[in-house]
């Protein structure tokens, strides 16, 4: 192709304004702000603060991705946008400013799903999808199992966490057992140092759980057994071994992730495993991951944690995987919504 | 001068392109609930409308409240984003002298008369500035606060009452007079004058309220989960 288009992503759903600037398959820039810390003090995510904090982030994050990526935002040919799932109001931002950007540059819009678009980044980082791909998103706000016959157009949900996503159990846990804030770096840390000792409960593996939740996870009993458990420790005057606990519970968080990832694949027949979302970080996931689709014969793709939380990059590699393909653009008057359905591709 | 006027902080998502004379299109729609839906639209049709590409435009003037937040935020983006992108400058209004300025004219109000601009802040509460004519112009004499109906100043009370506060409290505000919702043409006729006085307001949103700290239910990795959430 003589001329690969250049895109610009928004996202916006959460607490991080990311803008990235993609030219067909390849990054060029990926700027982000985060609000995290203006939430700390609050101990969550304050939807009015974030909305605030994007709107205030907007035109430097936007200044700072073209000045990475060497290109003038008249350069571009298209912009994308997370239209949903996620915060309301902090969508709003996005949808909003992508919207005008399109108007004021005269280029077409791509209302994309946030789901979708944690798939559609590894392309820029390991080249185009095989189709279909499953993936695994695990993070603070998702635990899905997909199954992704073509990212632009076809994704099904197979699964999802009935309770708390997967990255809450970390932080959780991690509070629990005195660690800091994330948990998901220090947990993972702990547990190099430690040896599985603690056999915690595997959520909806079992019997008549597994029948009616065959891909779907739950990890509320899971933290409140780690929790059980040091409290006895504690109450019977002994020590915590916070090492083997750390290094137990992560053991079965990512033992049920990669045991119905790899279990999906098979009953699918897909041979392509990708896993996103911020817990992909986490060393034992990507280890034990990589172990049983070995032993499965399928091939594994993690994309680099940077790409793997919330970014602008995701969103401009999907919706330049939009424009490659000749998808219809997104009409300009697309809400934002908070509810998005993963089977909802763009709006 | 070819300038894009554009407000969402009251129930309107409103535009309108002034060319330093005269107002040359408007256009709006009230819906309280779906401004992000509404602008972007509304901007091509008025640009259309008008004539214009983008490229022609030199100025972009917004409405920086104070408005309900999601709403107020859709139109500063907009404002924001849209003025980068083209390498222009914009230029903030405060969306109450525009009200104040519509009704000027509207009620045809003479130089000493005076008027309270009073909108909804939702939650009972409603946005209030109180205004003067002063050679031929509207001078607003009290920074815009936030306040309940029944704390409004008497001497406030008995002014022709302009927005649409003055329809959801006629207790407080017994004299309604000119606009329910900002006009984007009015706020760009304020937003001209400004500029020949070499008067700029500033960009910030005039939010009035600190955000509610509860934390939403969403959480992720990156930030720490609710305290002592229960699910
Ligand atoms: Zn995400």
New interface residues.
């Given amino acids: 192709m003589t001329h690969q288009p250049l895109v610009l992503g928004i996202e916006t759903s959460?607490?991080?304004t990311g803008i990235g600037i993609v030219r067909g398959e390849t990054l060029l820039a990926d700027a982000i702000a985060?609000s995290?810390d203006e939430?700390?003090r609050?101990?969550?995510?304050?939807?009015?603060?974030a909305?605030?904090a994007?709107?205030e982030a907007?035109?430097p994050t936007?200044?700072r991705a073209c000045t990475t990526a060497g290109v003038r935002?008249?350069d571009v040919d298209a912009v994308s946008v997370t239209a949903g799932p996620?915060?309301?109001?902090a969508l709003?931002?996005g949808?909003?400013?992508a919207?005008?950007?399109?108007?004021?540059?005269?280029v077409p819009i791509y209302g994309v799903n946030h789901l979708a678009a944690h798939v559609a980044v590894d392309i820029v980082e390991h080249g185009p999808l095989p189709e279909p791909t499953m993936a695994l998103l695990v993070?603070?706000?998702h635990s899905s199992l997909l199954l992704v016959p073509d990212v632009t157009a076809d994704i099904a949900s197979l699964g999802s966490t009935i309770?708390?996503?997967a990255?809450?159990a970390?932080?959780?846990v991690a509070r629990v057992l005195g660690l800091p804030?994330?948990?998901?770096p220090h947990i993972d840390r702990m547990a190099s140092q430690g040896e599985v000792t603690i056999d915690f409960p595997r959520g909806l593996t079992q019997g008549r759980d597994l029948e009616r939740h065959r891909f779907d996870f739950s990890f509320?009993g899971l933290k409140t057994a780690v929790n059980r458990w040091v409290e006895l420790r504690q109450r019977s005057g002994e020590e915590v071994p916070v090492a083997d606990v750390a290094a137990s519970f992560q053991e079965a968080v990512v033992d049920v992730l990669t045991k119905k990832a790899v279990a999906a694949c098979r009953a699918q027949g897909v041979e392509h495993l990708q896993i996103g979302?911020?817990?992909a970080a986490n060393s034992r996931l990507r280890a034990l991951a990589q172990e049983r689709c070995d032993a499965a014969g399928i091939e594994l793709r993690v994309p680099r944690p940077g790409l793997c939380?919330?970014n602008g990059a995701m969103v401009a590699a999907l919706g330049a995987q939009m424009v490659l393909r000749g998808r219809t653009p997104s009409d300009?008057?697309?809400?934002?919504d908070s509810s998005m359905p993963v089977t909802e591709v763009l709006a | 001068m070819k300038l894009l006027a554009m407000d969402t902080s009251t129930s309107a998502i409103t535009v309108a392109i002034h060319d330093g004379t005269v107002v040359l299109a408007e256009r709006s729609v009230i819906d309280a609930r779906a401004h992000t839906e509404h602008l972007a639209p509304l901007i091509t049709q008025i640009l259309s409308e008008a004539g214009l590409a983008p490229g022609d435009l030199t100025d972009v003037a917004v409405g920086v409240g104070p408005g309900p937040f999601t709403g107020l935020r859709v139109g500063l983006v907009t404002a924001r984003t849209f003025a980068h992108a083209l390498d222009i400058p914009v230029h903030g209004v405060v969306s109450l002298d525009a009200l104040a300025h519509e009704a000027m004219s509207s009620e045809r109000l003479d130089d000493g008369d005076e008027l309270v601009v009073a909108t909804d802040a939702r939650r009972k509460e409603v946005y209030v500035a109180r205004y003067a004519v002063a050679s031929g112009a509207v001078l607003r004499i009290t920074e815009p606060a936030v306040t309940y109906p029944a704390d409004v100043p008497e001497t406030f009370r008995a002014l022709p009452a302009v927005g649409r506060g003055a329809v959801l409290y006629p207790e407080t505000f017994p004299t309604r007079v000119g606009p329910l919702d900002v006009s984007a043409g009015a706020l760009a006729e304020v937003a001209v004058a400004q500029v020949a006085a070499g008067v700029e307001v500033g960009l910030d949103a005039l939010y009035l309220r600190r955000p509610d700290a509860t934390p939403s239910a969403v959480s992720k990795s990156t930030v720490m989960a609710p305290r002592g959430a229960k699910r």
Wanted: hydrophobic share 45%; glycine share 18%.
């Fill in positions: 959460c607490d991080e985060s995290v939430h700390a609050f101990g969550g995510v304050v939807p009015e603060v909305s605030r994007h709107l907007m035109i936007l200044e935002l008249s996620g915060l309301a109001g709003m931002v949808v909003a400013a919207k005008s950007l399109a108007v004021a540059l005269g993070s603070g706000g309770d708390d996503a990255g809450e970390f932080d959780k804030f994330p948990g998901g509320s979302g911020g817990v939380t919330d300009l008057s697309i809400p934002a």
